[in-house]
């Protein structure tokens, strides 16, 4: 078996990672190739579309605020013959104090081993049903077998194994591996479902017990392949799906390849047939957000993020796809596919920006209450500081654009509303949050100076509420 690392994680800059705390932030991490051939296929693993995916995650301590763990996949170059294909011979952590450093933050260390088992080079993050600890989800080349590691902190304390009865690799060419080697693991934001490819053009649902760790096979179906031409050349015979993304509730899923986008509906009889092609063809654009002329431009889309506001967002470079929508069907979904929408961003006019979207875990995924899982571990210490409902306008005191943020128990529900209600008691906006969702953008422009409420409500009560002056 062949070995060749493709990148290291270091430190820019002595003192640590500098930079605003990492929760539900970007992470300031670097990569890089320490020099000649040190990276086998991707000299660049900055620009390396699958290296990229695949670089990090970031997860906030549960016991302690301010410390957080960078959890990084160590790629490699090996075969399986007759394959050669990239996989994760190590899983690492990396401590980040942003209390030290005068609040600008520290690394503590870098680059520990907690799972030196060969696996897929993706993983998964869901929070364990205590709503502290975190569990890590590997799988090996063929998706056929689950690690699970539970972390307490930065200590591996568990891990659990899980199996597909009933499925095999068999049949698999290399094809088939490649993309069921480098695909992500894709978690629903409620964490109890799992989704992979099963080979190229077919996927597989799975639950995940997060008291447990088990990984259990709940379906698979396909996902389809599509012939791509162009000017009468053929570019790809069948190209498969190979990103996904769940909707905030779970029911619909999302999925994009060199030839579509298209939205399944996991609730119906029959997944396969329930697949609605939505837009054109996600052609690469250049960096004046132009389609690339001449065919060669396929693959302009990145990984699914789900976004603070409810929404989907694919961005990947000057290609920026967004799902207004994404828990209502076809077209209601409000798509903007960024080939179809050029040479204007679909995140606005003015949007020329190299942005990306990259995988990362369900911070305010909460506990399981009333489940088994205030047993295990240290789940009957008392909650975090801070918790029940809130909200905060920023600014306060605006004459443009407001970020209204909530704080709530749970998010996994769709009963919580914003209202926005002048002195005279009239209700001017109103605003209902998807599950998980928790930002919302006010614009004030054309509001009459004055003092606003806002008004936080749950199932129809009244929870928190906020004080908002606009000014001209």
Not at 65 to 86: K, M, Q, R
Not at 335 to 360: K, R
Request: glycine share 12%; hydrophobic share 35%.
């Amino acid at each position: 078996m062949r070995q060749e690392s493709c990148a290291v994680l270091y430190q820019r800059q002595r003192g640590g990672l500098l930079g605003p705390p990492y929760h539900e932030r970007a992470a300031r991490a670097s990569t890089r190739a320490p020099g000649g051939d040190f990276c086998k296929w991707f000299p660049d693993t900055v620009e390396n579309f699958s290296y990229f995916n695949y670089t990090y995650q970031i997860i906030p301590d549960g016991h302690e605020e301010g410390n957080y763990y960078l959890l990084h996949s160590f790629i490699t170059a090996e075969d399986w013959e007759p394959c050669s294909i990239v996989a994760a011979p190590k899983m690492q952590i990396s401590k980040i104090d942003m209390k030290a450093n005068g609040g600008l933050g520290e690394v503590t260390y870098k680059n520990r081993y907690f799972d030196e088992e060969t696996m897929g080079a993706a993983f998964g993050v869901v929070r364990h049903g205590n709503g502290r600890d975190w569990w890590v989800v590997r799988r090996s080349p063929d998706g056929l077998y689950f690690r699970s590691t539970l972390l307490h902190r930065d200590t591996a304390v568990l891990t659990v194994e899980s199996t597909m009865p009933g499925l095999s690799a068999d049949w698999f060419d290399c094809e088939d591996l490649w993309a069921s080697a480098h695909n992500l693991i894709h978690v629903s934001p409620d964490g109890d479902m799992l989704l992979d490819n099963y080979g190229s053009g077919y996927a597989k649902l799975m639950a995940f017990d997060r008291c447990s760790g088990g990984v259990s096979l709940m379906d698979t179906f396909s996902t389809g392949t599509s012939q791509l031409e162009y000017m009468g050349n053929e570019l790809c015979a069948a190209c498969a799906i190979d990103g996904f993304a769940f909707s905030p509730s779970g029911r619909y899923l999302y999925g994009v390849g060199y030839a579509e986008y298209a939205q399944f509906d996991l609730w119906a009889p029959d997944v396969t047939a329930s697949k609605v092609k939505l837009g054109g063809v996600p052609w690469y654009m250049d960096d004046f957000q132009q389609v690339e002329d001449g065919g060669g431009g396929v693959g302009g889309f990145g990984t699914f993020s789900l976004g603070p506001d409810g929404k989907l967002y694919n961005l990947w470079e000057t290609m920026h796809s967004v799902i207004e929508h994404p828990d209502e069907p076809g077209d209601a979904s409000g798509f903007c596919i960024a080939a179809d929408n050029a040479p204007v961003s679909c995140l606005g006019p003015g949007v020329p920006y190299y942005l990306f979207s990259t995988p990362h875990p369900h911070y305010r995924l909460g506990p399981l209450t009333g489940s088994g899982c205030d047993t295990i571990l240290s789940s009957t210490e008392p909650p975090l500081t801070g918790s029940g409902y809130g909200v905060e306008a920023s600014p306060s005191v605006a004459s443009w654009q407001v970020e209204v943020g909530i704080t709530l128990p749970s998010y996994g529900n769709n009963t919580t509303e914003i209202q926005v209600v002048d002195m005279l008691g009239r209700v001017l906006h109103r605003h209902r949050f998807p599950p998980y969702a928790y930002l919302h953008t006010l614009d004030v422009r054309d509001w009459a100076p004055g003092l606003y409420n806002l008004v936080l409500l749950d199932k129809g009560r009244e929870r928190a509420s906020a004080r908002l002056v606009v000014v001209r």
